[in-house]
């Protein structure tokens, strides 16, 4: 079992970046396909990005590509998402995810730990 919790959430203007992070608990973290998902007011959730278990292989969401980044570090159980040049549209809740799979997937129903979530808000 993998314990998620995401940080590094908050207000900023359009244009800016914001670093998120998620840190996993459990010995088993380099097992897991990690993802971020975001929730809009609203909306529903949505897929952001993913990271195949040893971080070699990545899947963006067609908008947010080239503008965010995701990365893991095995040895200290985190995931990021590096966010650059927000826009007003990328306000959401932002949520990490770890899914017991074998390849990266875009599905939330594949990923079977969830964290709390963590506010972005980007103001025009």
């Known amino acids: 079992q993998v314990h998620v919790v995401e940080s590094g959430g908050g207000l900023v203007q359009a244009g800016d970046s914001l670093r998120l992070s998620c840190a996993a608990s459990g010995r088993t973290f380099s097992t897991y396909v990690m993802g971020w998902f975001r929730q809009a007011p609203g909306k529903e959730r949505e897929f952001v990005a993913t990271?195949?278990?040893?971080?070699?292989?990545?899947l963006y969401a067609d908008s947010v590509k080239g503008r965010l980044t995701i990365s893991r570090d095995n040895a200290k159980n985190t995931v990021d998402l590096q966010m650059n040049s927000l826009k007003p549209e990328d306000t959401a809740v932002y949520y990490c995810?770890?899914?017991?799979?074998?390849?990266?997937?875009?599905?939330?129903?594949?990923?079977?730990?969830w964290g709390q979530g963590t506010q972005v808000t980007v103001s025009s």
């Open positions: 990271i195949s278990r040893s971080g070699g292989s990545t």
């Open positions: 995810a770890a899914g017991n799979n074998l390849v990266v997937t875009t599905s939330s129903r594949r990923y079977d730990y």
